[in-house]
């Protein structure tokens, strides 16, 4: 099974609608998870992390995600799209904490209509 | 500035031939790694260390090789072993302690000609 899922590889929003990005995790790792955004050939920046303090969590940029274990989700939200909202969001969570890389999700490139 | 530096942006390499990318960061992180991001995949990890003089391999390192002689470079060798090396390759570092946050590079473009 795959370690982290995000459903939904393009996801259309319009400007000021609500946006969801979808990313479930297997329950066999350990819930430390992250989202990340990239923009157009840039690197990628952490939107926000859970390990295990608060279940919800907020993030830079208006966003926040909710951790649900009896559902294995960390899906990521934000009330109100905005143009600048537009990149590509990527899951990730950390399987091994004694080597503390990150194993990706294949990523949701958030589009947003004017 | 704090931060990570690749070099270069973009890079075209003949097939056959190694190439080296760059890997700096003045933030003082123990640990550094390198990722590979192919269209419509997350990214997946080639090589990680988590110390100098240390580094360990990670999901797809066949046909790439590191080394880790400063804590501020890591330093990626595509050697012509790899059989498909045209991707983005990303480097991050974190400092290494309990579930840190990692922070990358702005990435360099690899085209096999």
Partial sequence: AQSVTQLGSHVSVSEG????????YSSSVPPYLFWYVQYPNQGLQLLLKYTSAATLVKGINGFEAEFKKSETSFHLTKPSAH?????????AVIMDTGRRALTFGSGTRLQVQP | DGGITQ????????????????CEQNLNHDAMYWYRQDP???LRLIYYSQIVNDF????????YSVSREKKESFPLTVTSAQKNPTAFYLCASSMGQG????YFGPGTRLTVL
């Fill in chain 1, 17 to 24: 609608a609500l946006v969801l990005l979808r990313c479930n």
């Fill in chain 1, 83 to 91: 143009m600048s909202d537009a990149a590509e969001y990527f899951c």
């Fill in chain 2, 7 to 22: 070099s270069p942006k973009y890079l075209f390499r003949k097939e056959g031939q190694n190439v080296t990318l760059s």
């Fill in chain 2, 40 to 42: 419509g995949q997350g």
């Fill in chain 2, 56 to 63: 360990q391999k990670g999901d797809i390192a066949e046909g």
């Fill in chain 2, 99 to 102: 579930i840190d946050t990692q």
